[in-house]
């Protein structure tokens, strides 16, 4: 079996199509080879800032031999009366290199099976390659020199071989060699003379190719320098994928900057070095407290690193200077003082300012949990977009203001509940555990959901207007991670009438919440149980909600489903009269409705669904002996009135119409 390499080597890509790239061109080669029946063994698809490259193993010298029915004519077209081809047939067999015996008809018409030689993989890969890298898609493409094809950055070299053997290709402008080149201050035209020798050959020019290889490489001397330094790091998944791609042969540097820094809120610190910068912040391993060092990773050979260090302090001592200086400006005073401010803010176009959105906050927070604390916390949580430092750092919002708080005097409470009223920052991350955090976040939430609404502006394919998805995705979180008893469907009455534009959006908000609920849960539960339980409205109470789906998801009993649905059949017309007894005439009826009295909620759906199983024999036995529709008014009528009873227990749990077991 064989080997085929492709390398494209480019300008620095930006980093964020790299991830993008590599996907694509693993898809790409992936659907070339299964569309023309070329069997591999593994695509290993590797990239740094200068090189997308595609290592395939497994490949066979070429295309298998393939048998395909043609269709041709009409019989009576392709033969004559004595059942000798006509021009048309022989034609028909001559364009499909097959002889007259080999023809056959079938419902009428001509058909012949011809062999499909398969071209050998060399050409194969001629033929498509370029085809495969020019579909490649990204942000910011555009036209390099005088080229009419767009791409990200512009190629100066192609590397293609199949074995020892190139395979000539041409990508935009760049002709194929076996030659690649090492790092940019390392050796350059190198000879790959089989796919074997590319990873060891680049890693020997300062390129380690493989991105894996490189990020653990990252995090290991990363930890080096920390472990040194007595220290612990906190990489996030992001900046480490952007710090793999950014370098093609990674070295940790540490660093450090004045202890005087230490004095503004950590998080500030750590985004000027992660976000801005790309470096990873050192924390004490005891404490857990920042230190005054960070590591930067370089894309360096050597082990002068004097410039390098001053460079980056330059660069941090600025950014840390303006934050220091942005951080005793506002302090100097309290940060209740800024929320006179928030009113020249607008929240959005017809719903007031940040001010207006603040006192909507309040109001909804205190529904949610009427403690003083809440209170404050509402009170200030916005308070901190009016400061300079804000300003400056926006993705700090909350946690600048829990710090101004402190440093303000406010209770820890207040302080924790302003940083977390904004999470979960993200689907992954965490949300708030405060009470203070947990009711001003949903309170704060659910008035932009209800504002985007009411607006006209609901979230509709990839639009998602100041991000309702998310803000529904949190209050979910929330509310089930921690259980919360709240009636959503009353919260979103109450928010809607505290707007300053009046709309009937609240069938809409709540369509969104059920459907953002079920996608939440869908990896967990059948889809089929979500809708069926939603049928009951779930706003009312996420949390018993989600407790009916996992009862009835344990469901191990078909009888149930099936006696339930027969009920909801019969009863399609509403039934308004109640149960006499003294008009039942079967002893099946007597026992089913026995059974009946004996089931209650006791708020255990699993118990509570249990005792609806265990009377599935009194059901069965009440429709093998029992005629629904009596001809005697009166009986039928009781009968019907005895199955809502019936039914009403059935969709207490769920509606089990929606479901087929």
Known sequence: MSKYLLEVGVEELPYKFIPMAISQLEAGFKSFFESNGIDYSNIKVMATPRRLAVLVDGLPSS?????KVVKGPIATVAYDENKNLTKAGEGFAKKNGVEAKDLYIEDNYVYAKI?????????????NVPIIFSKLQGPHFMRWGANEVKFSRPIRWVLSILDKDEVKIKIIDKESSNITNGHRFSKQNIIINHPDEYVDKLREAYVIVDQDERQNRIL?????????????TRISDDLLEEVTFIVEYPVAVVCNFDEEFLTIPQEVAVTVMETHQRYFALYQKDTGKLINKFVTITNYIGNEFDNIKAGNLRVIKARLDDAVFFFKEDTKKPLESYIESLKGMTFQKGMGSVYDKTQRIVKLAEKINPSETVKRTAELCKADLATNLVFEFTELQGFIGADYARVSGERPEVCEGIKEHYFPLNADSETAKTPEGQAVGIADKIDTICAVFASGKKPTGSSDPLGVRRAALGIIKTVLEYNIKLDLSKLIDDALLLLPVKAAVKSDIEEFFVQRLIIF????????????????NPCHDLCDYVKRVAAISKMPDEKIVENANRVLRILKDGVNVSVNTDLFTYEAEKNLYSEMQKISFNGNYN???????N???????????VLVMDNDERIKNNRLALLNELKNRYIILTDFSKISI
């Open 615 to 625: 009377i599935n024999p009194a059901v069965t036995k009440f429709f093998e002996d």
């Open 63 to 67: 295309q298998p031999d393939t048998e």
């Open 607 to 613: 118990d509570y669904l249990k005792a609806l199983i």
């Open 220 to 232: 290991e001397i990363t930890n080096q320098e920390a472990e040194k330094l007595n220290a612990i």
């Open 521 to 536: 849960l869908n990896d967990k539960y059948k889809k089929e149980f979500l809708e069926a339980c939603a049928t009951k």
């Open 115 to 127: 062999v499909v030689k398969g071209k050998d993989t060399k050409s194969a890969l001629q033929e």
